[in-house]
């Protein structure tokens, strides 16, 4: 598999417009890779570096995996590409479900880190957490915002809007490219 390398700023637009639509989030702690599909996001310039902002809930699997390895990629559809997979990988936590295996996902390693890109959404980044800070709800200003997307009678477990306040992951982008065959 080869990697043809990217400029961020090029492709700017098609991952914000994907990312909008969902992109896959991979991570990989204690040999065991998972991805997740999000939706919420910024891609930025912070300390002079180009940035990845993911928001990542409390209780999910992958938060514990970033929290234990900061490094991850994001996976973004380029060309055609099988929809249900974005649904699968988020509708399912991946302590209890090997989504990689369910989907038939191919691994290709990293270049710059140990977590994989997946070649069914080729357009890769790679990056390394620099910071993270959980959200506060209370400095949401706009209170219908809190009460939609954080309702507090919904457990953490929920797949969709729950309880659960978002820890802003912030990835500096170390390497940017497109798998192809």
Known sequence: MKRKEISVWTYADTILNELSKGVLLTTQADNKVNTMTISWGSLGIEWGCPIFTTFVREGRFTREQLEKNGQFTVNIPYGTFQKKILGFCGSRSGRDTDKIKEMGLTLVPGETIPVPAIKELPLTLECEVIYHQLQNLDAIRDRQLVAQCYPQ????????????????????????????E
């Open 153 to 180: 009678d919904v457990p953490s477990n929920f797949t969709g809007s729950n309880k659960d306040a978002h820890i802003a992951f912030c990835g500096r982008i170390l390497k940017a490219y497109i798998l192809e």
